[in-house]
């Protein structure tokens, strides 16, 4: 499998990364064959026994708040990386959970008591990611860093960071694969097919539709020629609002989900660099639906109605990780 | 106690709201011996089957992504309120988890592959917390009130939010306190008293200080006739480039807390209509730091050199509760 695919299947696991930054890389051709057996190459091999001889090497982060944990080890001799995190608890298993747990008394007080409670297995699962085999930058890329925030000027854009997003050969693949119907078909749940205001809007892989309460779906541009929110004028107030009106009502057509719950945004800097827009529950708290990195719909076209060069001359600010080559380079034009 | 009081407490207390914390209310004399027999005030009562009759009557609250649910309901007659809540994968449990569960192959796309994992119960605790009898104060308390996206235009905030703030006499005195020394003055680390671009800036009170992952400070500027973002011309723009820059170096001075980790920013609508800007970490995810209501002073600055009447032109997006007064305004005014 082609390195933009699997840039691609990484991208798609970025809410995984507690701060919401992430960068796919690609992957040096001689990865392509080694496949790990268990995990990736081998559709008859018994998966459910996958981890059983998994060797922890170190916790690369994990979050209490969360309840997640990305651990960097081994699977037969195979670097991996595996991710774990609780599900969240679903109204329709309380009566059974309730029923069948055992509960161990903790602490009483008056009217306050705390308990252990023990769920049988099935009522209580781990959402599990297993990266494998992973390289040295899936390792860097899971591990917790220093964030910082830049400032840049739209000369900055230009002299900086728009030469560094093209050495670094961004593939977007695995986009075009999913616009094409060649991945993910069965997960778009709306589309406008038009070639200048057209989109494919599907749940964000890290959103399993169980429940609304973390409700997140990404709109996908049909056309090819805009990166990021750095290449948006005027001309491109008709794509914008069709995303925004099209996309609300699909998604109250499909989910029951009205607008005014709705948080739509874009991501600046994005994680990847063909233009999307986010649309998450306005009460969850999604990673990167910060104001350092997100911008709302609504003020993008507000904004470009009142100027059409705005996004082009203006000083935009966004965190970046303290292992970014970005940061570096700003820091070589002694702009940080 | 009046509004702004309240809403001083309010605001106190508004990330331990978040977070779910069971805070203690006083308990009226009566209910101190409504015991519920098997959570309060029987040690002999077996506790281990206290939910399996547990009546679900509505869910109050839930957090996907910290995997928490609150329950109202009963327990044998009596009003319960039950928090549950998945505990922190911990690193000496991983190599028992990887051994005793069973996996469950969900997806595999090249390297990646996801899974529910089942872990013994042993291994997948869910801290609960019993309230038992519950008063409707308890239930109040965790009933997350639904929020709404609105749309204000400038118009809407002149004939609609303008008219609906004065209507409430929400009294700054409390804040009058601060800069005029009679209290908290011990809490301030930095003033400029100048009349016009002066501040003072202090630990936001949820900030307890002892680390700097939670970093949290506010500075209220002198002047009192700036209730918000709204009333922000070009006229301000030394004021709030004096916020800025002082307001960094202060913190750098004090904390040794770099400006580039810092996000700071003022909220729209603020808690309280005396101009004040929030200074916070860049890692933590202050209650706040969303797109929705937060504005970057610098993207401030930026917008009024551009435009001196731009947050008086504008349409302003911004949350509100369901029982927000000024939500029913905008229903009453059609523009919700």
Request: with cysteine.
């Amino acid at each position: 499998m082609d390195s933009n695919t699997k840039m691609a299947a990484s991208e798609k696991r970025k809410r995984e990364v507690a701060d919401g930054n992430n960068e796919t890389e690609g992957q040096e051709e001689t990865l392509k064959n080694a496949v790990c057996n268990k995990a990736g190459g081998n559709d008859d091999a018994p998966s459910e026994f996958l981890l059983s001889g998994f060797e922890t090497k170190a916790i690369l982060r994990d979050s209490a708040r969360e309840k997640n944990i990305f651990v960097h080890g081994k699977i037969d001799d195979q670097e991996a990386v595996v991710i774990l995190e609780k599900t969240p608890i679903r109204e329709d298993s309380l009566s059974e959970l309730f029923k069948n747990s055992r509960l161990k008394l903790e602490m009483r007080n008056d009217i306050y008591s705390t308990f252990h409670l023990h769920p049988p297995p099935q009522l209580n699962e781990i959402k599990t990611t297993v990266v494998c085999p992973a390289t040295e930058k899936h390792v860097k890329k899971y591990l917790l860093q220093e964030t910082f925030l830049l400032e840049e000027t739209g000369e900055d854009y230009r002299s900086i960071t728009l030469p560094f997003i093209q050495s670094q050969s961004f593939s977007v693949q695995w986009v075009y694969n999913i616009l094409e119907k060649k991945a993910e078909a069965d997960r778009i749940i709306y589309e406008d097919p038009d070639p200048d205001v057209g989109f494919v809007l599907l749940p964000d892989f890290k959103w399993d539709q169980k429940q609304h309460d973390d409700l997140y779906l990404i709109a996908i541009v049909h056309r090819k020629d805009i990166k990021s929110l750095r290449d948006l004028t005027s001309e491109h107030i008709p794509l914008l609002c069709n995303i925004r009106r099209r996309g609300e009502d699909a998604i109250l057509k499909r989910y029951g989900f009205p607008a005014t719950k709705l948080r739509v945004y874009l991501h600046y800097q994005p994680s990847y660099y063909h233009l999307h827009v986010h649309f998450t529950s306005l009460s969850y708290d999604a990673p990167g639906c910060g104001v350092e990195r997100a911008h709302l719909l609504s003020d993008v076209i507000q904004n470009l109605q009142n100027e059409p060069q705005y996004y082009h001359t203006r000083t935009l600010s966004f965190p970046l990780r303290a292992d970014d080559g970005l940061l570096s380079k700003f820091k070589d034009a002694a702009r940080l």
